[in-house]
C-alpha cells in the first residue's frame, strides 16, 4: 500500500455496515473529488470505492471505514472491515450477476491490494491511481 503523503488531503468515514449506505457513500466521494478538483477520477474511484465498500458489508464486519487521500502524485482509497476472510477472485461463469467486484477494481485502478490489520480480524483493501500520469496520459 503506498504511503500517505506529507500533506495530503483526507477525509475518512466510519459507515453503518448496511448495504443501503453504499449509494449515500458513492456520493460523498464524489463530493469530496469534486471539491479536491478531481473530476477525471470521479467515474473510476467513486465505482471502486462502491465495489469496495459493498464487498465490505456483504463478507467483513463491522466496523467499516472508507477513506481517501490524495496528494499531488495520487490518489488512494481504502476501505477497512473487522472480517477474518480475506478478499479473493471468484471463477464466475458469464452469466453470474455477483462476484466481480476485485476484477472491477484491478481494472479502473493503477495499483491495488490487502492488507491485514495487524492485532485483530480485518483488513484494508485499497486502490490507487497515479494522478500526474493520468492527466499527462489525457492531455495527448
Do not use: F, Y
Not at 54 to 66: K, M, S
Not at 87 to 115: C, M, Q
Not at 118 to 127: E, M, N, Q, S
Amino acid at each position: 500500500m503506498p504511503a500517505t503523503p506529507d500533506d495530503p488531503r483526507t477525509v475518512c468515514w466510519t459507515l453503518p455496515h448496511e448495504l443501503s449506505i453504499v449509494g449515500k457513500a458513492r456520493g460523498m466521494v464524489n463530493e469530496t473529488l469534486t471539491a479536491w478538483a478531481l473530476h477525471s477520477l470521479a467515474d473510476d474511484v467513486v465505482l471502486v470505492a462502491g465495489e469496495l465498500l459493498a464487498n465490505a458489508i456483504t463478507h467483513g464486519e463491522p466496523l467499516v471505514r472508507l477513506s481517501l487521500w490524495a496528494g499531488a502524485d495520487e490518489l488512494c482509497v481504502r476501505v477497512t472491515d473487522h472480517g477474518p476472510e480475506q478478499p479473493r477472485h471468484l471463477d464466475l461463469g458469464v452469466e453470474a450477476v455477483h462476484g466481480r467486484g476485485l476484477t472491477i477494481v484491478e481494472a479502473l485502478a493503477d495499483d491495488s491490494g490487502v492488507i491485514p490489520l495487524p492485532d485483530r480480524p480485518g483488513k484494508t483493501v485499497w486502490a490507487r491511481w497515479d494522478i500526474r500520469a493520468r492527466s499527462a496520459r489525457s492531455a495527448l
